[in-house]
């Protein structure tokens, strides 16, 4: 399966180590920003690239944080309901963080996500 990861570019290292696991589980990850060397890229530049990564992926998988964990910025919740309008299949690897987040399958690690792919 074709899968974008979605999280906070803080967690960029985090999110290929999960890549990695998915590969290894024969699953393609289509997000490109893990590779990017800073969070420089012009907005609507990097938008435009996380949508086209979004648009081939069978499946949105975005790392959540608990409800009334603090945090910054807000673009996987954006890119969680991008997918959720295209049909794909949404996947929280974490916390509950919002009402909508119960439109998607949840799991507390990346490991059990991955046994149920």
């Known amino acids: 399966m074709k899968i974008y990861l979605a999280a906070q570019f803080k967690e960029q290292v ?3 180590e999960w890549r990695r ?4 589980a024969g699953h393609i990850v ?3 920003w893990l590779d990017e060397k800073t969070e420089t890229l012009q907005a ?7 949508i086209a990564d979004i648009e081939i992926s069978d499946i949105v998988i975005s790392k959540t944080l608990n409800r ?3 945090f910054t910025g807000g673009g996987r919740h954006w890119e969680a309901g991008y997918a959720f309008a295209k049909g ?3 996947i929280n690897v974490g916390g509950i963080e ?3 987040h119960s439109f998607a ?7 059990e996500c991955i046994k149920c792919l």
């Open 14 to 16: 985090l999110m290929r």
């Open 21 to 24: 696991l998915l590969h290894n």
């Open 30 to 32: 289509t997000s490109r």
């Open 105 to 111: 399958t949840r799991y507390d690690t990346i490991e």
């Open 98 to 100: 919002s009402v909508f």
């Open 68 to 70: 009334g964990d603090l």
């Open 44 to 50: 609507r530049n990097a938008a435009g690239i996380d």
């Open 88 to 90: 794909k299949k949404l």
